[in-house]
């Protein structure tokens, strides 16, 4: 008959596994995304800088508020496309700030100032 510490023991095996899982599976491209700047972000779109179009908003009806951090995830890997443009428009009418070709492959943080985009 298993004992409690056995049974506790298996669980934490099944949680470690299920996590190194997740990670393995992590796209590359995903990113913490933090407010810099003095103003609230109405929309943040973020498209393939291989298109000619930016895509659909990817806050939704969110609006971070300067200092704020958002998890952007993407669905599903596009094996090869790192590069990417951001744009962020701002709820209090501050002109657009748009970055292009950032290599999402090799930030896990991308944090927008009044004055620049710094990645990490």
Same mark, same amino acid.
């Not at 995304?33 to 972000?41: E, H, K, L, Q, V």
């Given at each position: 008959m298993p004992t409690v510490r056995s049974i506790v023991a298996v669980a934490a095996a099944?949680?470690?596994l299920?996590?190194?899982a997740l990670t393995a599976f992590a796209d590359p491209r995903d990113f913490t995304?933090?407010?810099?700047? *003095? $103003?609230?972000?109405k929309n943040l779109f973020i498209? *393939? $800088?291989a298109t000619r179009s930016w895509e659909e908003d990817v806050l939704g009806r969110d609006i971070p508020l300067p200092g704020e951090q958002w998890n952007i995830t993407f669905g599903k890997y596009d094996a090869g496309n790192c590069m990417y443009d951001i744009k962020a428009t701002y709820a209090d009418g501050s002109p657009d700030d748009i970055v292009i070709g950032v290599n999402l492959?090799?930030?896990t943080n991308i944090i927008f100032t009044n004055?620049?985009?710094l990645g990490s």
């Open positions: 099944v949680v470690l299920a996590l190194n995304f933090t407010n810099g700047t *003095s $103003s609230p972000i498209a *393939s $800088s492959c090799n930030y004055t620049q985009v």
